[in-house]
């Protein structure tokens, strides 16, 4: 199970791979939300968002022989691209196995990262029999988007540099607001302020509709979406948390924050004045709660982590021209 | 005048408020431009551009009892928040000198940090006199945009972090392109680099048809733009490089590059695509050059400013609208 050790660990291989994102902020968001918040811009990640962290900890813990088979992943986003990433510059196979209505923009990106993209038919086929049967056949490694410990671990890695960073601006206690799909920025982050600085909590954050974290961690057992989909922050839309993330956000998280559609898009505009950083709605959640949940938060200062940016133009212009 | 122990001086006064901006780079920017290329991102600086550095070095080298009168400039943008963030960080009073019809959110946002705006009429009255007077008046210092030696030191600091991080990323040499308007950044980036990485080389950029530092450079004396507006890129036009600033960029910059207003507004597009950032069509100029002028740079390896992120919506959706 992924605890500090490990997320140190993958901190140390991460070294001159990963990019240390900084902590922006804004006293026009200051005014907004009525106390100070800081945003971590994993959106300047390499690959766009921090999944280039959770798969570069992947792919480098594996063992030499089996990584040179190579790896697959499902996914039709950020994770497609953060384990394609650390496997071209571990020189080694990644095959994604993508639905073929993925924007044409996905599919192209991750093809450009070095990858083999299998596309399949969302509605006739089963992507994990393809998946299955493409590992068995060439020996590829499964790399699961969130519900892995190595993944978490790397995912951690944000929250090592956020016990930093909050120490340097002199935070000492504070929500940290996570974007929150299947639970593993969220945990990795909870573990990793739980051993480094205790006196910040991680808070899932989630769309309206999509809020299974929230439900599970106010019933105390697994809950699950009604819908797969729906929502315009499709990055952190899941069926429900994972198995392994779960148990660990029940036992270090807050409780879940949910925003609408109309304030993720309201925070993407000001995150373009405020910030200038280019956040995808999903990767905005965090912040819309931060700005307009300001009674469901305590203390003087909140934190939150602008998890991607992987937003095509249509999306974004309909942010701006809504602000 | 400017020199590297000034400039070091203002990186010390500068600690703790003034951002060390990132350094980012996508595999996708380097093969448009052939070669690899790095972005210096003062667009994520405090008030969304380089000039906070100038404001702040300015105001803060100025003795306490002078600084406790206030500081007065003239400025449309970039450079009226940046005295006015640095004057209210002193607790000083600030007083701009803006054009009645500037874009409203700029002479909001210039009142939201806390300065005096004076407002003048652009045809009918003359703001260096209304501005003298106002000095006299008060004991008002006068912060001078570029041609100002504490700004120059200030705009610096950025070309000490550009050595630093060109260092950490085992860069030897490269050219610098830097977005030019006055020259108070391009001058002080290329005093820090001859200094600390002197096989960077700054080169300005300007938008075409305002080229007068290129010319400027390549006739050898100071040479003036036809026009006084006209660019998207309104940020860096300037009558003509400054007094004190152009004779430096003589004796230390490369020949300028010009691109056009079409490939600013692509280069704007890239850096929402590519690297997250939100850029202004001035602060494009550098990075437009780096991806579409390749033939005029020398070397595997392309550094550029990106100066500033304050674009209103309209001119970003026109950039991400074309792409």
């Known amino acids: 199970m992924t605890d500090i050790a490990m997320i140190e660990a993958a901190a140390r291989r991460a070294e001159g791979h990963i990019r240390r994102t ?58 497609a691209q ?12 990644a095959v994604i196995v993508m639905p073929a209505d993925a924007p044409r923009m996905k599919i192209d990106n991750t093809r450009a990262l070095g990858a083999e ?60 607001l996570v974007c929150c799909g299947g639970g593993g920025l ?5 573990l990793a302020l739980d051993a480094r600085a205790p006196g910040l909590r991680a808070r ?4 309206e509709g999509f ?19 729906g929502s315009i922050c499709d990055a952190i839309v899941t069926p429900a948390p994972g198995g392994i993330t779960f148990p660990i956000m029940q036992r270090l998280c807050g409780p879940g924050l949910v925003v609408d559609d109309a304030e993720v898009l309201r925070a993407m505009a000001l995150a373009f004045a405020r910030l200038k950083i280019v956040v995808e709605p999903g990767g905005a959640v965090a912040l819309a709660a931060a700005l307009f949940r300001p009674e469901a938060i305590a203390g003087d200062t909140v934190i939150c982590v602008a ?17």
Do not use: M
Request: with cysteine; proline share 5%; net charge negative.
């Open 307 to 323: 998890t991607g940016g992987n937003v095509d133009a249509a999306t974004y212009i309909r942010a701006l021209a809504g602000d």
């Open 117 to 176: 993209v299998v596309l399949y038919d969302r509605a006739g086929e089963d992507r994990e029999a393809i998946g299955a049967a493409l590992a068995a056949e060439r020996g590829l490694t499964l790399i699961k988007p969130y519900d892995e410990p190595q993944v978490i671990a790397g995912q951690g890695t944000c929250g090592l540099e956020i016990a930093e960073q909050a120490a340097a601006e002199g935070i000492g206690t504070a929500d940290v």
């Open 22 to 79: 900084p902590l922006l902020s804004s006293p026009f968001l200051d005014e907004i939300a009525g106390r100070r918040v800081f945003v971590k811009a994993e959106c300047l990640q390499h690959t766009g968002s921090f999944k280039a962290r959770g798969g570069w900890a992947a792919v480098s813990a594996l063992p030499a022989d089996r990584r040179a088979a190579g790896v697959i992943a499902y996914s039709s986003g950020n994770h």
């Open 82 to 93: 953060g384990v394609a990433r650390a496997a071209k510059l571990h020189g080694v196979p």
């Open 204 to 207: 899932p954050c989630e769309p």
């Open 186 to 190: 969220t945990s990795g982050i909870a």
């Open 211 to 229: 809020d299974d974290t929230a439900r599970s961690l106010a019933a105390g057992r697994i809950e699950r979406n009604a819908a797969a989909a």
